[in-house]
């Protein structure tokens, strides 16, 4: 490698002038606008306005209530369920590998809205398949979306039908990087498959399971369209409103870009506090 | 022996077992929406189980095409798309470029940041970049607004500097002792090596542009400025709106996806896959 600073940053430019002007300055502008008025013209600096307000508001604490829920119960389930997907699709005794990879991989490519309008049409009250095929079974219908925890557990169920196969492709290329031979040796010393797993593929593969959390957990809480388009407006009642429809509804309803922020800066910080988490967890023991 | 090979096809058998389903389940969706967009609207609200497609989908997307300008909104979201590819995998593999083989003051630290980006909320940036683009530079409702500023993208650098690291110094030394100017080399020399990661990139790249929604709903909301998953959201949830028509316009923007994958499945994967292997 050879040190020119003017090819570099030739070569550079562009992308940091990108990054400079739609990234860089809107990180700082936000944070400016969380402590300003914005309903008033001109806009003025009132450093408790908006953090005030979240502090007080109930719809903020619904919003991030609901958010925690769904990373707590839909995280580490999607990513057991990736684990498994993985861990299957890896077997040398699977035939036809092909088929079951399309099947897993294939939400990968939908679009939020193409997948949020299929599950809207199959859990609907009466003319819904899913209701149809539990009535067929001789269970009760499930109204999906009148009731609070039906809603969440649809929208959990959307978004882990969209993202396990994702993660299941980034977990299975972890394991296709570790080496044959650890596992030959270990099934020379009879070590069953099952220990296997979690003796050798586990703790290798903790810092992709670790990567594969995080970028869940920072998806997760900005879920936006599932509750926007599936749950119509976080209903019912607010009972699947999340902070990034929260968010949404604030700035670009109520045109309150103050308070708006505010809500982006706690789920930034929420991000910098689940990211230091992270380099703590796959720190080099020394 | 013999016993051997009978625990491995008890447990072959145990496997497509388990998986077979989980399989359908996963697959389930997808076909409902290729059924869904071949009923009649009353054949989807009826009380029977329907679950083969019928032929229903040129009505569909009649009154899809009725209820939204469809074929306008599919127009944009290609042209867009193809835009924003091209351009977003010039400016990454030009970053990958200098990331990789050039040492220089200040690398560190735009190291450090890209990577910090990652794990950095969209939300945060979201105000700001639709103040600057709608009010100060008044770019809503234009091509424009819908293709630079999601041209920043952390994952994709980090791939492409991945690919150019990987590739023997000796390679670009021996163009250099020839008087090879650097941008030659890398146009001539490092990009077509680098054809295979590229392929990845810009199919991931145009997927992102093609199923964006947030960004495109809130800068593109005017009748005719909309890409097609704005115009498709735009339906859902009205009272009077064919869901037959819905469901032809989430096929129309998912199938052609759908064969794209299958035809390119492993620089999919290896696009998505980059992300964990460091």
Redesign the interface.
Known sequence: ?????A??????T???L??A???V???I??FL?SFQATRTVPWRFAPGFNWGRLIGDPAFFNALKNTLLILVIQVPVMIALAMV?AV?LN?P???ARG????????????????????????FSL??G?VN??LN?IGLPKVDWFSNVTPAMALIMIAVT?RWA??NA??????MQ?IPDDVYEAATLDRVSKLKQFFYITLPLLKP?IV??A??SI?GT??L??EPF?IT?RGGPGGGTET??LL??RQ??RSLN?GY??A???T??GL??A??LV?LWLTREPK | MSSLSSA?LK??IA??L??TP???I??F??W??VV?STMPDNG????G?E?LPHGNFIDNFNNLQRDTDFVGAIIISVCVAVTYTVLSV???S??G???A?????G?SV?VA?ILG????????????????VARDFKLANTWVALI??P??NSLG?LFMRQSFSMMPDDLFDAARVEGVK??RI?VFIALPLARPMLAALCIILF?AS??N??WPL?INSQPGSMTA??A??TL??LTKVS?GG??A???M??VP??I???LL?RH??AG??A???K
């Open positions: 490698m050879r040190n020119r600073n090819t570099a940053y030739r070569f550079l562009p992308y940091l990108i990054f002007i739609f990234w300055w809107p990180i502008s936000s606008i997907m299957l077997s005794l699977l035939k088929l079951y990879r399309f099947a897993f991989f294939a939400p990968v490519v939908v679009g939020e809205v193409a997948y949020s309008a299929v599950f809207r049409l199959m009466d003319f398949i149809k095929l067929s039908w196969g994702y492709i980034i977990l299975l290329a972890g990087s992709v990567f594969c995080v970028l920072i809480m900005q936006f369209t388009l119509e902070l990034g968010l949404y700035g670009f870009f708006a922020s809500v982006a800066y789920m930034a991000a910098i689940i990211t992270q | 491995r447990r072959s496997l497509h388990f998986l989980l399989a359908l996963w697959l969706p997808l409902m929406m869904f989807i609200f009826s009380p189980i679950l010039l400016l990454t030009m970053a470029w200098a990331l083989r050039y040492q220089f003051f690398k735009v940041i980006t990652i794990t950095l909320p969209y939300a945060v940036v979201l105000i700001p970049q639709f103040i600057m630079v500023p041209l920043f650098v650097e941008w890398f997927l093609w199923n929604y947030l809130l998953p704005v498709l959201g859902i949830g869901w819905i469901m316009g989430a096929v923007l998912t996806m759908l794209v994958f299958v499945q999919f994967i998505i896959a992300g964990a292997v």
